[in-house]
């Protein structure tokens, strides 16, 4: 009974002519700061590449291409991720640098997300420096398979189908796609948002319309393609379904003050912290996560240690196709 009366509020809604008005503001607000973020990612990107060498350190990179990202007047969605080899997603660099070094035959990848007003862009690269013969298309193999599955994107398609693409593409290089992982919906202040774009033929199942934005995320790995959460996490999310908890530490307060003002539901690095609270921000986060108040995203690894590459990039569904934000 009540969502019969909610469509009717939402026709009634619809119906009014200055409430369109607005519908039709917010619409430009939605198309300018995707096309902006789109920019500043495809900027940042180009940026970083060149950068990602043998012997640096991935806290430079990712602190690089954070500074970027808000020099050009973007803020980061996410953390910057820097996951190498049989590390999938997820690593960032911790609060206190744990001196990783990119080293001769990893194989890199940096997923980065920018976002004007809440309206997020979400774009990944690899970077190969191993000879490996089994390694030698992996790269080419999500690239390929992104651009497939891109072209299949309009209104009226269903992800299932292009998750069968996907799948017999990574495949077809003898490659496994990521069960657990794969392109995602983004909405405002949501990363992940309702709909899932998969890269395997048995998941998915959801209808694209136009005005969607999809993070079209391509991974392939050498392994059996399952990850699983590892004990390290320097990534975390306020959970939007907790309401108010007791909290003891006066410093969990203050950092739960900070994460509500400052990001939102968007998942944030215990690294950014650091830079406002000094002391507390371990048992902080720790009291927070146990009051259910935030999530943790823990770094995630190739359920056999397995190499695993990945490509991703962000597209706004049109009448027709898509216009591709990153
Ligand atoms: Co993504």
Redesign the pocket.
């Known amino acids: 009974m009540n969502e019969t009366r909610e469509k009717k509020d939402m026709s009634e809604k619809r119906n009014n002519s200055e409430n369109s008005e607005e519908d039709e503001e917010e619409k430009q607000l939605k198309l300018e700061s995707l096309r902006k973020a789109g920019e500043i990612a495809q900027e940042v990107k180009k940026f970083i590449k060149p950068e990602i060498k043998i012997g640096v350190k991935a806290l430079d990179i990712v602190s690089a291409t954070e500074k970027k990202i808000s020099e050009l007047g973007g803020v980061c969605a996410f953390p910057v991720n820097l996951s190498i080899n049989n590390i999938a997603a997820h690593y960032t660099s911790p609060f206190r640098d744990d001196g990783l070094t990119i080293k001769d035959n990893d194989l890199v990848k940096i997923?980065l997300g920018v976002h004007i007003e809440g309206y997020i862009v979400?774009t990944?690269f690899s970077v190969n420096f191993n000879k490996e013969e089994n390694l030698e298309n992996i790269i080419t193999a999500t690239d390929t398979a992104l651009q497939a599955a891109k072209m299949m994107v309009k209104p009226g398609t269903n992800t299932k189908n292009i998750g069968k693409k996907i799948e017999g593409i990574v495949k077809g290089f003898n490659y496994i796609p990521i069960k657990e992982l794969g392109?995602?919906q983004i909405e405002r202040w949501r990363?992940h948002g309702t709909k899932s774009l998969p890269e395997l033929g048995s998941q998915g199942g959801d209808e694209i319309e136009v005005g969607d934005v999809f993070?079209i995320?391509i991974f392939a790995s050498t392994g059996s393609g399952s990850v699983h959460d590892t004990n390290s996490c320097h990534i975390y999310a306020l959970n939007p379904y907790t309401g108010r908890v007791p909290l003891r530490r006066k410093s969990s307060k203050q950092i739960l003050g900070f994460i509500n003002k400052n990001y939102k539901t968007l998942p944030f690095a215990e690294r950014w912290l650091g830079k406002e609270f000094q002391m507390g921000v371990a048992f902080g986060l720790q009291e927070l996560v146990q009051q259910g108040k935030i999530r943790r995203h823990y770094v995630l690894s190739e359920e056999k240690e397995a190499y695993v590459a990945q490509s991703?990039e962000t597209i706004l569904v049109t009448e027709d196709g898509y216009e591709q934000l990153t």
């Open positions: 997923d979400d990944a392109g995602h990363v993070a995320e991703e």
